[in-house]
T-cell receptor, first 114, second 111 residues
Framework: KAGVTQTPRYLIKTRGQQVTLSCSPI?????VSWYQQTPGQGLQFLFE???????NKGNFPGRFSGRQFSNSRSEMNVSTLELGDSALYLC?????????????FGPGTRLTVL | DQQVKQNSPSLSVQEGRISILNCDYT??????FLWYKKYPAEGPTFLIS?????DKNEDGRFTVFLNKSAKHLSLHIVPSQPGDSAVYFC??????????FGGGTRLMVKP
């Protein structure tokens, strides 16, 4: 069974630009969660999608948004990029809603904002 | 305010010895705790978990201890191996079935 895939793996953008990251969950998984990882801050929850609906949202500004498609693939968008948005963005999929269930993480997208 | 904290950003241990990674939390409503392990360029992988109704869970070389009164959990790795070198994250689950992660501890096991 293929694991969680994320594209692209690396991305360099400049301040003010926008970016879209993609996540394909494990086949059959309907829940996708997104996290931001920065040094010392651990994994901070961005949002979770289940069956194309945002189920939960973390404490991030509205510049961060996401969506989920009918095939459970998810995209995350960050608009008006800031230097502080440089981070590793991880997505995780699980069979059922709620990240507390066993999640399977992708390798992440490393975003650098210059 | 961080509800889950790992106060040691790094830990260095000799191969064969015990590694003890600590995690503190503030929310008494957390009912389930997990440890994840992360290698560079890979996503975190689930390692071991413990329910709040237990105080110990063991899986091979890995044991997690939970002290609810102190709101503290720890992960023991015995014996430590060089392949255990990674970043370890503790996470806690709330009533909404959402996870809150700690900041991570980088473990280095020296041969």
């Amino acid at each position: 069974k293929a694991g969680v895939t994320q594209t692209p793996r690396y991305l360099i953008k400049t301040r003010g630009q926008q970016v879209t990251l993609s996540c394909s969950p494990i086949s059959g998984h309907r829940s996708v969660s997104w996290y931001q990882q920065t040094p010392g801050q651990g994994l901070q929850f961005l949002f979770e999608y289940f069956s194309e609906t945002q189920r939960n949202k973390g404490n991030f500004p509205g510049r961060f948004s996401g969506r989920q498609f009918s095939n459970s693939r998810s995209e995350m968008n960050v608009s008006t990029l800031e230097l502080g948005d440089s981070a590793l963005y991880l997505c995780a999929s699980s069979l059922v809603a709620g990240s507390g269930n066993t999640q399977y993480f992708g390798p992440g997208t490393r975003l650098t904002v210059l | 305010d961080q509800q889950v904290k790992q106060n040691s950003p790094s830990l260095s241990v000799q191969e064969g010895r015990i590694s003890i990674l600590n995690c503190d939390y503030t929310n008494s409503m957390f009912d389930y705790f997990l440890w994840y392990k992360k290698y560079p360029a890979e996503g975190p992988t689930f390692l071991i978990s413990i329910s709040s109704i237990k105080d110990k869970n063991e899986d091979g070389r890995f044991t997690v201890f939970l002290n609810k009164s102190a709101k503290h959990l720890s992960l023991h790795i015995v014996p430590s191996q060089p392949g255990d070198s990674a970043v370890y994250f503790c996470a806690a689950r709330d009533a909404g079935n959402m996870l809150t992660f700690g900041g991570g501890t980088r473990l280095m096991v020296k041969p």
